[in-house]
């Protein structure tokens, strides 16, 4: 089963060279996991965000993230695991779960969906 694991946590909390430690302390482990891994990659601040949504047929553009939160999504890892057990073990690994939260969610397959 495919897995998402979401990285939650505070955009201050890190300094330029510790940020730089975890992104390659992240792709360390990517490589440890093997076949677990799909994808992963962390996201710009939420500065550069910009949210859409459709209203009776009209777009509305807003600059910023969808909601204000004292943590911010701040990347992912797309696993496969045998379950969740292992999915959790998986996100425990994640530099990211030292100073915010790891999100683990089941990825519902859809049929007809480009690989």
Not at 14 to 43: F, K, T, V, W
Not at 73 to 80: D, M, P, Q, T, V
Not at 88 to 101: E, K, L, S, Y
């Amino acid at each position: 089963m495919r897995y998402m694991l979401l990285i939650y946590m505070d955009e201050q909390a890190l300094d330029e060279s510790q940020r730089q430690e975890c992104y390659e302390e992240s792709a360390r482990m990517a490589h440890e996991i093997g076949p677990n891994y799909l994808a992963a990659a962390p996201l710009q601040p939420t500065s550069t965000a910009t949210s859409v949504k459709v209203r009776d047929g009209k777009r509305l553009v807003t600059d910023g993230p969808f909601a204000e939160t004292r943590e911010q999504f701040a990347g992912y890892f797309l696993i496969e695991a045998t379950d969740l057990d292992e999915a959790i073990g998986i996100a425990a690994r994640i530099p990211g779960a030292r100073w915010g939260t790891v999100e683990v969610r089941p990825v519902i397959e859809v049929a007809g969906l480009p690989d």
